[in-house]
């Protein structure tokens, strides 16, 4: 029996998933032991809260630990901790020297050249021999670490699959995030993760944006993942979109740590995934998975859960290659966007939007005090009875828009991107109260101010209803039943083109005017 055991991981996202059920299977068969996991500090958020083991030992591989004589401070910490068992799941030089001179009473798992002679038993990490190559003979990575564990151990794999868990300030943190994105979310979030890390692991810019469209039209939400490299990409895919403006679509990308990326993952009904880490964590989530894979190897290092879909191209005999450039990247151009909107619709099941009568805000004098082109948090203030109102149309069951004119773009006081904070701002403030907006819709054009890109006789600058449009075509509405309340005349004329019923707000609190109209509107 050993007591008191060191398993050694510094490698990447997926790597260091693929090793979690060695943690599982220690765990069940060695009870009593001490188990303690070496990772990089870097990603040491997946496994900072497994319950299969006692301690993290973080290793600062790129910082501090890259220093050699602090890596041998470092080795010198393990040896006087007399592990009885060493288990080393990678064989790349730093992890085997780690391992060789661990003064291990037993030390187990792949090497480099050179250090092999220092371990008990060397095991031989066939998948990481024919990473390039599908080969069906081989077992999965991560069942391949339990087989040889079992082989040389004699302990029977306890395989639950990749597995990861979140503390309960991260999930309340995901939480407040996915509802200032989404509010109720009427509908099935679709997660995009569109990078990896090499090119031509990645599906084309085109395609993703492709199903992003679809998914939008048949009524799902996405949310875009990614870390701050791919920040780049998504937004070429966002540009290229029809719908890449859609009131459903969040860009979480380059905001999360791993353990916020799993705790969101979680709330998405399908998780679209190039081969990449987060394609990884999305499986120790037990997400449904839809991956596209191209250059890499699916057999030995996929989606490790049997209801995932992998999606490759056809007929491409040169695939995986294994190659990080290709000059004709037909494994990727291959892929259809149907298919891939197909395979993620079947896995996600149909997100039926309901119809539901709608409430459009003006935004500045009915939400808020009128100061004239308010676009900072600090000179928002809301007016009376204004977030309960919100909530009132929540609790029933409306659709929640605004529609606000904000020429003060066009004047060249503030930018878009001012105005699309300061929306996200408003979101998050009622979301503590558990309000929401679903969609804000504005007009930053004006017909005879400021500068030419701005400057235009548009459709959605109210009176015109073409704000009002907008939100009826992404969402189903119920216009019967639905109403504007407005501060200003060309609010409620906007409400009446577009066949709404509008009222003219004048009082001092809106809650008290809300239940005056509703009645109104029963009549
Ligand atoms: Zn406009």
């Known amino acids: 029996m050993y007591k008191n055991i060191l398993v050694i991981n510094m490698l990447h996202i997926g790597d260091l998933l693929l090793a979690t059920p060695v943690l599982t299977t220690l765990r069940a068969n060695y009870p009593q032991a ?54 080393n799941l990678h064989a790349n030089e ?37 990473k390039l190559k599908n080969d069906p003979e081989i077992p999965h990575q991560a069942k391949e ?35 200032s994105a989404f509010g ?86 399908v998780f679209l995934t190039n081969d990449s880490g987060p394609m990884h964590v999305a499986v120790a989530q037990k997400a449904a998975v839809v991956a596209i894979f191209g250059s890499s190897n699916e057999v030995g290092f996929g989606p490790y859960a049997k209801a995932a879909v ?13 190659q990080h450039n290709c000059d004709h990247h037909s494994c990727m151009k291959n892929i259809k966007p149907e298919t891939v909107s197909d395979a993620v619709i079947t896995a996600a099941g149909a997100s039926v939007l309901e119809p539901r009568p709608a409430v459009f805000f003006d935004r500045d004098g009915v939400l808020n005090v009128d100061r004239e082109y308010v676009y900072r948090e600090q000179d928002f203030e809301w007016n009376s009875g204004a977030i309960e109102t ?6 029933k069951g409306y659709y929640t828009f605004v529609v606000t004119n904000q020429s003060g773009v066009a004047r060249g006081f503030y930018q878009e991107s001012d105005i699309k904070a300061l929306h996200q701002w408003i979101n998050e403030e009622l979301a503590r109260h558990g309000a929401h907006i679903d969609a804000f819709y504005y007009c930053p054009h004006h017909p005879e101010a400021g500068n030419a890109t701005y400057r235009k006789a548009c459709a959605c600058r109210k009176p015109q209803p073409g704000l009002i449009f907008q939100a009826m075509q992404e969402w189903p509405v119920e216009i019967a039943n639905s109403l504007l309340i407005g501060d200003n005349k060309r609010d409620v004329a906007a409400a009446e083109a577009a066949g709404v019923k509008g009222f003219l707000f004048d009082g001092d609190n809106i809650y008290e005017a809300t239940q005056k109209y509703i009645r109104i509107m029963g009549e």
């Not at 009473?105 to 990481?128: A, C, E, M, V």
């Not at 302990?155 to 509802?179: C, N, Y």
């Not at 919100?390 to 609790?395: G, L, Q, T």
Request: charged share 25%; net charge positive.
């Open 184 to 269: 109720q979310q009427p509908f099935k979030v679709v997660g995009f993760n569109t990078g990896a890390s090499w090119p031509t692991k990645r599906w084309t810019p085109a395609g993703f944006a492709a199903v992003g469209d679809k998914l939008l039209e048949e009524g799902y939400g996405l949310a875009f993942f990614g870390g701050t490299m791919d920040i780049d990409n998504v937004n070429q895919i966002l540009g290229l979109m029809k719908h890449g403006q859609h009131s459903r679509i969040a860009v979480f990308t380059g905001k999360l740590d791993l353990l916020e990326l799993g705790a969101l993952i979680k709330k998405c009904a």
């Open 145 to 179: 670490h339990l087989e040889l564990l079992e082989t040389v151990l004699g302990i029977p794999p306890v395989d639950h699959g990749l597995e990861m868990w979140q503390d309960q300030a991260t999930e309340e943190k995901a939480a407040a995030r996915w509802f």
């Open 94 to 130: 730093r992890a085997s020297a780690l391992a060789a001179f661990s003064a291990g009473k037993r030390i187990i798992g792949y090497s480099s050249p050179g250090f092999g002679i220092f371990f008990d038993d060397l095991l031989n990490n066939k998948n990481f021999d024919h």
């Open 34 to 87: 001490h188990i303690a996991l070496l990772a990089d500090a870097k990603i040491d958020g997946l496994v900072k809260y497994n319950k299969n083991i006692d301690e993290l030992i973080s290793v600062d591989k790129k910082g501090y630990h890259n220093k050699l004589s602090n890596y041998l401070k470092l080795i010198l910490a393990i040896r006087r901790r007399k592990f009885d068992l060493v288990i």
């Open 390 to 395: 919100v909530k009132y149309f929540n609790d």
């Open 310 to 322: 992998v999606l490759t191209a056809p007929g491409v005999a040169c695939r995986p290659c294994g």
